[in-house]
């Protein structure tokens, strides 16, 4: 059973940087075919997904996010972590952790779920 924390500040002021770490047990993130991914709810609205780092290490993200999000990790410490510059209120989300598996050649599924931690940008 894969599990999936996420740490990081539950305040940020606008104009900073948010850096939320992603700690993954059970299971590693080099394994083949997996990508570790970042999700946000932002309140009364829908999943947002933000991007994702596969098990090679390339990076995958959002359109809308890009200029602002970047995926690093650690393998030594079987983490991933989310870096968002320049967060303004509308980055106030419930920010989630996750891996996707591979349903087919070209599809993937969200298989497992970190548990969520809120983040809120406020001065």
């Known amino acids: 059973q894969v599990q999936l924390q996420e740490s990081g500040p539950g305040l940020v002021k606008p104009s900073q940087a948010l850096s939320l770490t992603c700690t993954v047990s059970s299971g590693s993130i080099t394994t083949n075919d997996y990508y570790w991914s970042w999700i946000r709810q932002p309140p009364g609205k829908g999943l947002e997904w933000m991007g994702a780092i596969a098990y090679s290490g390339s990076t995958h993200y959002s359109p809308s996010l890009k200029s602002r999000t970047s995926i690093s990790r650690d393998t030594s410490k079987n983490q991933f972590t989310l870096h968002l510059s320049s967060v303004t209120p509308e980055d106030t989300a419930v920010y989630y952790c996750?891996?996707?598996?591979?349903?087919?050649?070209?599809?993937?599924?969200?298989?497992?779920w970190g548990q969520g931690t809120q983040v809120t940008v406020s001065s």
């Open positions: 996750a891996r996707e598996s591979p349903y087919s050649e070209d599809y993937y599924y969200i298989d497992y």
